[in-house]
């Protein structure tokens, strides 16, 4: 049957160069296979899919006609990074004392280059339209210190401040967003803690980065930091992972549960997705879910006052209201950690 829907479309596909009705001919026919061997349930959705894609037709192609040759290799690549790798990955512990999982780590890297290619297709679409705040909003989804950086610069070299403090406060509440969600992936059993600890901080950070926001003139967006598809910034944070992993395991067992802390710390210094890996590497006895997020806490903090300092010496007075609002969120968040002390 496919043989003969390509024999019945193919002068269309060579005089309209449009496979569309090929295609859902196709399509159909493979989600009858499906409903005739017993997965109906299955051919409903993929039905449902399907129509909904013909409806959107216009808006697809004309999306479509705005890729590029970049944008359609950095997909291709991404497609082998999640789609061609990472199933074939075995899922046990292997390396020196167990400590690495080829999958989960692997699943790094899939994590990070995904929020980089999404951040790079979303602003494609709505970055030049809805400006620096919306690059800020994107871009804090996989680097806000990125983002930070980015924005501090520009706004040193402008004459007068537009919505670049804003865009560096909003950047920094999208951050607080993103550590529950990756503890939600890699660590489950702290998310609970880890929530109530940074619930203040994050209505603090949006209520600040709100307010920069209603003072802040229309401007432009800035460049998206950063290669849509960066695999070797991506491989060296999954050897940095891989390190991380063994010093856990080997902290665990010299030190118990107050070096595992320690050691996240230092690490989420660095790097707070890097800690949040490490944490979901660790078996669930190896340090109770209220010290982890803690620990966790702390190393936002100390990345806080990396990006204060970046926002400082690269913006300078003009940085100021993003540094105050940035400072107001870790003071929120410490005055968190140092009530859950007293719980401990």
Known sequence: MVAV?????????REQHDSTSAVAAIS??????????????????????????????EELHGFIERLDTDDVKALARYAIIAGAILPFLPNGHFG???????QRLWLVVVLVTGFSFLGYVANRIFGERHGTIATALIGGAYSSTAVTQAL???????????????????ATGVMYLRVPVLIAVFATRVLPAISVLLLPAVIVAWAAGYWLY???????????????IALLPALGFLVFVA???????????EFGQSGIAVLL??????????????????????IAPLPAAMAISGTIIVNMAVKIGITLVYARRKGFSAAVAMTLSVLVLAAMIALAWTRL
């Open 5 to 13: 829907m390509v024999c019945a479309y193919a002068r269309e596909l």
């Open 28 to 57: 159909t026919i493979a989600i009858a296979f499906l409903a005739g061997s017993g997965n109906p349930a299955l051919a409903i959705a993929c039905a449902a899919i399907g129509v909904a894609l013909l409806a959107l037709r």
């Open 96 to 102: 020196p004392l167990g400590a690495w999982n080829p």
């Open 152 to 170: 501090a610069q520009r706004l040193g070299r402008e004459q007068k401040a537009g919505a670049e403090p804003a865009g560096i406060a909003l």
């Open 214 to 228: 209603r003072k802040a003139p229309k401007s432009d967006a800035p460049t998206p930091p950063g290669n849509p």
């Open 243 to 253: 390190i991380a992993a063994v010093a856990a395991k080997w902290a665990q067992g």
């Open 265 to 286: 710390l230092i690490v989420g210094s660095m790097d707070v997705d890097v800690a949040i890996i490490t944490l979901g590497g660790l078996p669930a006895a190896a």
